[in-house]
Structures are given as structure tokens and as C-alpha cells.
């Protein structure tokens, strides 16, 4: 496929926002986007995490998977690949920044399981896509995951304290912003499709 | 009440993880504008939900307790690469429309949310039941979400053509959002029902 990294990047911010049109990375979006600073948080360490892996697993799929014949065992390789980079990530930061550690230290573990993680290397290794349309890929969806966390956060600030049915209220009617912000994620598209 | 009826009730019903719970709606949403495939999906979800339960409960002795997330996600993954295996052996254009999402049923919280709360301290038999009803349960609020937004959005079920040719299909069910309305109008219903049932107590 042969997409312009920069388009590429453009169209995994909005058109194709790995949560809001692939669903991915739903569990800890729905439960940490009660609070707009641990969203900011969150958002930060999935966006580098998500480039930092999309690449190294660029590079462990061409070099490792493809020329060994290990495709059978990619999906292990690939989590093996996301969890250790998170856990030598989290002692990085420890050592650098003890502040920014503070920050984030409970959100790190959470980001192994993130799904959003392991489908961006799934799509990128699915569409065959070059390496630097790889790191365009993984910063743009990290950042497009980033500006649907904060947005929802900020929304739900307001909407907790609006006037709903009672069986409505909390996930259901964070289900119904999430469906309208898709909406308007969606309004962008026209500008490119990378399906 | 028996232990296994119990647990059946709990998980399709009270404490329904998509509904009550809100775990593991992440890969599964993407696939449901088609009812087919949702259902593979969704068996293999509970095939490996059921399977990762009963091995977690047997090894639950040896994995030491520092690892044990890392040993739980390689055993569920072992599961994983077995359904996508035989999907693929099977059912290739199943398997070609899912995509990653088989791959992305190895993050699913609800698979590691079981093994953590229920295969951790009970025996093999009753956490492969857990996990199984788990999984129907999961496996139901999907099957509703993919009939309606393949009634809706294409006009079929299974493929075949059950609306009249009049009827316009409605596009906006084939693409995301209106997974999460109706999801969000489920929860409603389940919200409600739960509120209603805790009132009359």
C-alpha cells in the first residue's frame, strides 16, 4: 500500500481513529476518562508506547517473524515485544523523572492490556505498510486515542450532572457521547480511507 | 441454589460483563455489522474465555504470583492462536473479514479479568463453567447488537434478504456509531431492569 506517511498520519488522527472507528483501547478509555487529568496522563504514555512499539515491532516482524517462519507465533512475540518495552519504559522513567513517574506509574501496567497497543502492530502488519509509515501510523493513532480521551473526559465533567433517566445515567450516557463524538470523528472522512 | 446455576445466573444476567461491567467491549464492536461473524467471534471468545479459565485453575499452584499476569496472557494467547489457526483452516473468509480482531481477543479484559477474579481461587471445574457462562454472556449482548445493525444497515440476517425492497438501508449502521448507541440503549434497559428489581426488595 502506498500511502503518504503524512496523509497516513492525518487519517489515523481523525478518519480512522483507532478508538472511535476501530474500537480499540474501550476498557481503560471508558474507566480512567472520568477524570481529565489522568486522561492527559493515559493519553500521553499510550501515544509513545504506541509509537515506541509499532516500530520495534516493524523491526521484530521483518527481521525475526518473517525470515524464521514464526508467523504462527507472531501474536505472542508481538505482546512479549509491548509488555517488555513497557516494563523497561517503566523503569527508564523512574530513574530519569521521579515526578513524571508519579504521574503515570499507575497508568504504565494498564497499558499492556491496552488493545489499542497490539491493533495498531496487528493493522500495520496487515497492511504491509513501510517503516516510516509505520511510525507516522502508531503516533497518529496514539495521538488520535490521546484527543478522544481528553475530549470524553471533558465532556463527562458536564454530563454527570446533567438531568438524564436515572438507568441511563453514567455508562450509558458516556455510550451515547462516545457515539456522537464517532459521528463527527467520521465527518472528516472524504479526506483519505486507509482500510 | 446450585453453585454452577448460580454462576450461569450471575454471568449472563446480573452481572453481565458488557452491560454491568463494561469490560471487553473493545475488539469484538468492530465486527458486529455482520451477524455471521460475530457469532465465530463470539464462540471463540467463549471457547477461550472457558479453556484460559481451566488452565489458569490448574496451573494456579506453579505460576508464581509475580508473573502471573505474563503466564496468563501467554496462555490465553496459546488459545488464541489455535482459534485463529482453525479459522483460518476453516473458514477463510471468516477469518479475512475479522482481520486482527481474533489476534485482539488476547487483550480482551474480560478473558483476564475472569482468570484474575475467579480462575485464581477455585477449582478447574467450576472456572471452566465461570468462564464459559462469562462468554455466553458476552456472547448475547453481541449476537443483539449485530441483529440489529445487520437488520437495519443491510437489510439480511445470515446474509439472506428479510426486509422488503422498499426499505432504504440505514448507512449509519454499518458504521461505528451506532454500535454505541445501541449498546448504550442495552444498558439502559439492563440499567433499568436492575433498578427496578433493587426497588421492589
Known sequence: MNINPVVLFFASVFTSNILLTNFLGMCSYISISKDLNSSNGLGMAVTFVMTVTTVLNWFVYHYIIVPFGLDYLRYIIFIIVIAAVVQILEMVIDRISPSLYMTLGIFLPLITVNCAILGVTLFMQLRNYSLLQSLFYGLGSGLGWWLAIILLAAIRKKIDNAPAPAGLKGTGLTFITIGIMAMAFIGFSGMIRVQ | ?201
Open chain 2, 1 to 201: 441454589m446450585n453453585e454452577f446455576t448460580k454462576i450461569s445466573k450471575n454471568n449472563l444476567i446480573k452481572e453481565n460483563q458488557i452491560l454491568i461491567q463494561v469490560l471487553g467491549i473493545c475488539s469484538t464492536l468492530a465486527v458486529t455489522n455482520n451477524l455471521r461473524n460475530t457469532m465465530i467471534m463470539a464462540i471463540g471468545v467463549t471457547l477461550v474465555t472457558g479453556l484460559s479459565n481451566l488452565t489458569v485453575s490448574f496451573l494456579k499452584k506453579y505460576i508464581p504470583r509475580k508473573v502471573r499476569m505474563m503466564v496468563e496472557t501467554l496462555i490465553i494467547a496459546f488459545y488464541v492462536i489455535i482459534v485463529d489457526i482453525i479459522l483460518r483452516a476453516y473458514l477463510p473468509d471468516v477469518s479475512k473479514a475479522l482481520g486482527p480482531y481474533v489476534g485482539l481477543i488476547i487483550t480482551n479484559c474480560i478473558i483476564m479479568g475472569r482468570a484474575e477474579a475467579f480462575a485464581q481461587a477455585n477449582t478447574p471445574l467450576i472456572s471452566l463453567w465461570d468462564g464459559l457462562t462469562a462468554g455466553a454472556g458476552y456472547a448475547l449482548v453481541l449476537v443483539i447488537v449485530a441483529f440489529i445493525r445487520e437488520l437495519l444497515g443491510f437489510g439480511t440476517i445470515f446474509n439472506i434478504r428479510i426486509m422488503p425492497k422498499s426499505f432504504t438501508p440505514w448507512t449509519i449502521m454499518v458504521m461505528a456509531p451506532s454500535a454505541f448507541f445501541i449498546v448504550a440503549l442495552l444498558m439502559w434497559v439492563a440499567k433499568s431492569m436492575s433498578l427496578k428489581a433493587g426497588g421492589k426488595k
